[in-house]
Structure formats: C-alpha cells, structure tokens
C-alpha cells in the first residue's frame, strides 16, 4: 500500500493502523516500536513508527539499516515475554546509562542516538464461564473490569444477567480457545461434558465449584472416558483460594484471586507468553560487526560461495569495494 508523503512522520501511519487492527481482531500478537528521542544524524525521527508482527515481519520506519536488526530482535522478545522497553541506539552505550533503559551499539559509521519504545501489543486473556450461577455472574463482571474477554456457555443463561459478557448457548468443542482461564459451575449438569472439552484445550486454569468428593465422582468418569491423568491433575476443586468464602460475591472473588496468582506464578516461572515459533536467525555485519537479521535482509553480498548480510547499503558498499580486507579481518577475529 503506498503512503502519501505528507504521513511519512505521522504518529501512526494510516496502513499501519489498519493493520494493526486487523491483527488485533485475528488475535495475533504485534509489537508498536516508537522513536521517543534522536540526537543527529540519526536518521529516524521523533514519532516515526513501525509495527513488528510475532512472524517477524517488519512494517513503517524506526530508523534505517543501523536499527533496524537490534529494533526488530527487541521487538520480538517482547511479544515473547509481553514486557515493554525503552531502547537506546548510540554509538557510546557504555556512557549515560540509566536504570530501566536497555543500551544497544549504534555501530554505523554515520553515528548519532535514536532511543525507541516497545510496546507489545497482546489479545486479552481469555475467561470461560460454564454455568450461570450468581457466582459465576459476579464473576463474570470482575472479569470484564480486569481487561478479560469473557464468555459464558450456558442454554439457560440470561443476556441480562450478564451484560459485560457474551453468552453461548453452545460451542463445539474444537471451537474453544487454547490457553484460557475457565470456570465449571454448571452443578452437576453437563459437568463432565465441560470438563473433557476445555482439557483437551491446554487451559492455563481450570477450576471447579464442587465439593472434594463430587469431583472425586467426575475425575473418574472422566479418567473412564480416556481423559489422561495429567490433565485431571490441573483441575482445581473446589476453585478458589481458601478465604472461608460464603458469599457468591466472596466465592468470585477468591476463585478471580487465584486465577492472578496462578498467572503470576507462572510469569515468574517462565514466559507468560510462548517464545515465537522461529526467532529470527541472525548474522554479523562483516563491516561493522552489527548483528542483522537474515529473514528479509536487503543487503547481501556473495564472496567466495559465502553470502554475507550487511546492516545497510553502505557496509555493502565498503565490502564489495575491498572484501579481502574485511574478510582478512574476520578471520583474525576468529582466530584470536
């Protein structure tokens, strides 16, 4: 899509929010990437904008070749780990350190600092309600004011009852979500048909309202349906923290406190968010040692049967013009 000059500095580019909002209705995960601060010649400008999607495609403009490897690496962590950072390029990182701010080389020899923020962009968690409950009402409503997408399966249920979600009356099983946070409270209707479903989901939280010994009951029906044992383990019976909840409001609100603590278990653990598929391979810039990214690199040149991949046109130009004296110096480098 071409873009008329006049939004070659706009905050956000017209294609790129449209994109951006076509990835955000399929769910998939992106990274905005904002110039916030240059000192000259850096040739990217305060507000220029890019967009990293979690393929590793790189859309709009942070700056040229001398950012964009290190831009699109950080941008890529963190749609992994889903933290935001505060990027500075310069050619002096040692110097002006500050805490919160991760310092990058600016290894091009046309110099200056560029500091870029990253913002991963991620779908809201997911939170899956089978049953309609008062509890599972309230529940439903603490959801929604916590940023969760919330979604109710109950053929009784009242759209009434529960404005801040929507209500299913029924969904096939391969049509749930992975990863999703999910209650069952349908009291002993359709209790194992629920649970069979959403484990075959790789739920992040599964929790029940039943009592020790029904859930007992319902483990082995469904260990007796070929549910594995594994699955069976993740189960939470009776869901919530053990706060002496009495209250449909007081029950929401301990099973909504062990969701947060569950996922900040598992944050501190590891990602919360899965490691792409494929990070992007990279290679060194035999010029000036940048680290570029192979995947859709612009500048290559071939030497002695070996494709090398450099940060912009310039490195290129240096190599093609006396490649002997770089690749001699690369291999000194390597041997030292």
């Not at 850096?42 to 790189?58: F, K």
């Not at 002006?96 to 809201?124: H, K, N, Q, W």
């Not at 529960?162 to 749930?176: G, N, T, Y």
């Not at 062990?258 to 590891?270: G, L, T, Y």
Request: with cysteine; glycine share 8%; net charge neutral.
């Amino acid at each position: 899509m071409a873009v008329p000059s006049r939004w070659k500095h706009a905050a956000l580019r017209p294609d790129l929010l449209t994109l951006a909002a076509s990835l955000a209705a399929r769910e998939e995960r992106f990274a905005l990437v904002t110039v916030v601060r240059r000192e000259p010649p850096s040739s990217a400008q305060v507000g220029d904008v890019a967009l990293v999607t979690e393929r590793g495609e790189y859309h709009g403009w942070a700056g040229g070749g001398c950012t964009r490897s290190s831009v699109l690496r950080e941008a890529m962590r963190a749609i992994a780990d889903g933290e935001p950072r505060l990027l500075s390029l310069s050619p002096e990182p040692e110097r002006g350190r500050r805490p919160g701010v991760v310092f990058l080389p600016m290894t091009c020899d046309s110099g200056g600092t560029v500091e870029i923020y990253v913002e991963p962009v991620l779908p809201a968690a997911r939170l899956l309600l089978f049953g309609s409950s008062p509890a599972v009402q309230v529940l439903a409503r603490i959801g929604h004011a916590m940023g969760y997408r919330v979604e109710v399966f109950d053929p009784d249920a009242g759209e009434s009852d529960f404005p801040d979600a929507k209500v299913l009356r029924s969904i096939a099983a391969d049509a749930l979500p992975r990863g999703a946070h999910v209650l069952v409270a349908t009291m002993g209707d359709r209790d194992i048909e629920a649970l069979e479903a959403v484990l075959a989901r790789s739920p992040a939280y599964v929790g029940v309202i039943a009592s020790s010994k029904r859930f007992a009951q319902l483990r082995d029906a469904l260990l007796a349906r070929g549910v594995p044992r594994e699955a069976l383990e993740r189960v939470t019976a009776p869901a919530g923290l053990d706060i002496g909840a009495r209250t449909p409001e007081e029950i929401a609100l301990s099973i909504m406190a062990q969701i947060v603590e569950r996922r900040r278990r598992a944050a501190a653990m590891a990602p919360g968010i899965p490691e792409p598929a494929e990070a992007p391979r990279e290679a060194v810039d035999p010029v000036c040692g940048m680290s570029v990214t192979v995947a859709g690199a612009r500048h290559t040149a071939e030497a002695l049967g070996v494709t090398y991949y450099f940060c912009c046109a310039g490195c290129r130009t240096k190599f093609l013009a006396d490649s002997a004296r770089y690749l001699a110096a690369r291999a000194g480098a390597h041997g030292s």
